[in-house]
């Protein structure tokens, strides 16, 4: 049974800094571009990041490119973003997400687009 399992999120007040994991199960994950995409309430998905198979090339969107970062572990069948300088507009519910094999990882807005996703966790950021 394939699993991603996100956890990391939280309150958190502008400026501050969250770490989110995702661990994987159930696929070879080493073998597949991961991403991070968000949802926030009332809005549309939202692609964050995502990163080459062996972690050698991340991609991020324009909102979020210099604050955020994406890593993995691929011995530890895990993915990571780092949250930093965080604002009121990142609050949203966010998601790791496998993509579909004949798509690009980059700008993938709609769960169209990926084979595999978890349940999300929250991200609130308020002062």
Not at 20 to 45: D, H, I
Not at 77 to 103: F, I, P, V
Request: hydrophobic share 30%; charged share 15%.
């Amino acid at each position: 049974e394939v699993q991603l399992v996100e956890s990391g999120g939280g309150l958190e007040q502008p400026g501050g800094s969250l770490r989110l994991s995702c661990e994987a199960s159930g696929f070879p994950f080493s073998n597949y571009q991961m991403s991070w995409v968000r949802q926030a309430p009332g809005k549309g998905l939202e692609w964050v990041s995502c990163i080459s198979v062996r972690g050698a090339e991340p991609y991020y969107a324009a909102s979020v490119k210099g604050r955020f970062t994406i890593t993995r572990d691929n011995a530890k069948n895990t993915l990571y973003l780092q949250l930093n300088s965080l604002k009121t507009e990142d609050t949203a519910m966010y998601y790791c997400a496998t993509k579909k094999e004949s798509y690009s990882c980059i700008g993938l807005n709609s769960w169209n687009h990926y084979m595999y996703r978890g349940q999300g966790t929250q991200v609130t950021v308020s002062s």
